[in-house]
């Protein structure tokens, strides 16, 4: 019974994180990317503010920060080509 109950518990647990991950962005190797200097200009030109940004595990380029109207967004890009993959908008 035991055993059953930590299986159950570590399958629930890999569900668990992979709902929570975030998108695989681009396959492409990293000399291919944009320099984060540049995708760092293109998302301010784009009108966001930036409050963190970071590569992710899934290759994309991942802000936190607000857009042109203040309001929270998260938004994962694709770093070879700057295009936005997935984000999240406040309200």
Request: net charge positive; with cysteine.
């Amino acid at each position: 019974m035991k055993i059953r109950t930590v299986v159950a518990s570590l399958a629930l647990a890999t569900i668990s994180m992979a709902a929570v991950a975030g998108p695989e962005c681009t396959k492409a190797p990293s000399d291919q990317w944009m320099s984060e200097a540049a995708m760092k200009e293109k998302i301010a030109a784009d009108g966001y503010t930036i409050a963190k940004f970071k590569k992710t595990s899934g290759n994309c380029y991942e802000i936190y920060g607000h857009d042109k109207l203040g309001k929270k967004v998260e938004i994962y890009f694709n770093p070879v080509d700057g295009s936005i993959v997935k984000q999240k908008r406040e309200g």
